[in-house]
Nanobody, 122 residues
Framework: VQLQASGGGLVQAGGALTLSCAAS????????MGWFRQAPGKERESVGA???????YYADSVKGRFTISRDNAKNTVSVQMNSLKPGDTAVYYC?????????????????WGQGTQVTVSS
């Protein structure tokens, strides 16, 4: 599975962005799809995930502001990010794994996209 993340950019605090992740090489309908981010000088962290059945998990830091969805017909997964804060500035990665659970654990994910930069200005 090859993953291509897109949609990053520069946005003011309080603004919104939607990131998309396009998969190719294999249908992702049975995969758990995760979003992760890595800020400068920090370890990569889970943002959230959505499993094959649409069950989602969100990190506490983004709960209520971010929404992950998937379109299996288009082989894509997206994250709608609202009320963005400067602390959301990071490179965002999508990932695919074979678990049935929506997981925050990196070890679950077998395939990773290249990342897209999100910068939130204050």
């Amino acid at each position: 599975v090859q993953l291509q993340a897109s949609g990053g950019g520069l946005v003011q605090a309080g603004g919104a962005l939607t990131l998309s992740c396009a998969a190719s090489g294999r249908a992702i309908n049975n995969y758990v799809m995760g979003w992760f981010r890595q800020a400068p000088g920090k370890e990569r962290e889970s943002v959230g995930a959505i499993n094959w059945n649409g069950i989602t998990y969100y990190a506490d830091s983004v709960k209520g502001r971010f929404t992950i969805s998937r379109d299996n017909a288009k082989n894509t997964v997206s994250v709608q990010m609202n009320s963005l804060k400067p602390g959301d500035t990071a490179v965002y990665y999508c990932a695919a794994g074979s678990s049935v659970f929506s997981s925050r654990l990196e070890s679950v994910y077998d395939y990773w996209g290249q990342g897209t930069q999100v910068t939130v200005s204050s």
